[in-house]
């Protein structure tokens, strides 16, 4: 079946660690996102991706990374510099030529960062 | 500038009652319109989507939502909710017109059903 993996889907950092979660999508998709999650807030857009070798900041990029080199493929990195990285990590896509913004997700990944 | 509003953080009904979530969007031009469901620790399924024509869209689930123009809004509803409908909702709307294919979103409405 076409989706979006995510993983790993729980993981457990020390403080001034890096770390990297993984997003993977089959749906031949041009576009993927990163949001980040914190209870009873909404949606809030780390970087995102709309062709291979191209990314953009979004609303709330410092102390995060990406890279785009492959189009499966929209790997996230946590650095030591994100000041409070415990949250819930959505990975998404969208095919370029619908041009309607429709998103599809995974499952996400929670960092909690002990 | 452009956003969504959920004005409900929270709402609570009994199961087998009626339900509606309110959406109020600010877009420049035809918006495309959507509802999206997250179940706890899991990602986002689109409930339904609104880009034209009918104004009543119908989803999964049971689900339905009404775009009105005059008001801004884009309301989700379903007549008779079951214990499983227990989740938060998200609306949103896009795509911006920066080509980027983002998509804005609602603070999100928690729904809480009573056995």
């Known amino acids: 079946d076409g989706g979006i993996t995510q993983s790993p889907k729980y993981l457990f950092r020390k403080e001034g660690q890096n770390v990297t979660l993984s997003c993977e999508q089959n749906?031949?998709?041009?576009?993927m996102y990163w949001y980040r999650q914190d209870p009873g807030q909404g949606l809030r857009l780390i970087y995102y991706s709309q062709i291979v070798n191209d990314f953009q900041k979004g609303d709330i990029a410092e102390g995060y990374s990406v890279s785009r080199e492959k189009k499966e493929s929209f790997p996230l990195t946590v650095t030591s510099a994100q000041k409070n990285p415990t949250a819930f990590y959505l990975c998404?896509?969208?095919?370029?030529?619908?041009?309607?913004?429709?998103?599809?997700f995974g499952e996400g990944s929670r960092l909690t960062v002990l | 500038a452009q956003s969504v509003t959920q004005p409900d953080i929270h709402i609570t009904v009994s199961e087998g009652a009626s339900l509606e979530l309110r959406c109020n969007y600010s877009y420049g031009a035809t918006p495309y319109l959507f509802w999206y469901v997250q179940s706890p620790g899991q990602g986002l399924q689109l409930l339904l989507k609104?880009?034209?024509?009918?104004?009543l869209v119908q989803g999964i689930k049971g689900f339905e939502a009404e775009f009105k123009r005059s008001q801004s809004s884009f309301n989700l509803r379903k007549p008779s909710v079951h214990w499983s409908d227990a989740a938060e909702y998200f609306c949103a709307v896009g795509p911006l017109m920066d080509s980027s294919y983002k998509l804005i979103f609602g603070s999100g409405t928690r729904l809480l059903v009573r056995p």
């Open positions: 998404a896509s969208s095919g370029r030529a619908a041009n309607t913004g429709e998103l599809f």
């Open positions: 749906l031949n998709h041009d576009a």
């Open positions: 609104y880009f034209s024509g009918d104004t």
